[in-house]
């Protein structure tokens, strides 16, 4: 997917990642890709975190990390904000 030709459309991209991630890099190229293609994209990373860390609640980076994941589905969907 790194390579892809995202030149003929894909969705709004909300890329996740932490700077300890396994797939960082890999996220960054295919943020960068999607970008370089015009399309609307977006890419958090957070400090220290690891690869799913959005996945403990107990974490505030998750928290906040789920925070800008709805703000970024609000927005690409329509929803109005609350």
Known sequence: MIYA???KGFRPSF???GTRD???SSTVLIHRAIYRA???TELHVFESM???FHLNIQL??????LLDML???KRHLGIAAE
Request: glycine fraction near 8%; charged fraction near 20%.
């Open 60 to 65: 505030p980076e998750a928290r906040e990390a």
């Open 50 to 52: 690891q690869h799913g």
């Open 71 to 73: 703000r970024f589905f």
């Open 15 to 17: 890329l996740l990642s």
């Open 5 to 7: 030709d995202f030149s």
């Open 38 to 40: 015009g399309l609307p």
């Open 22 to 24: 396994m797939l960082l």
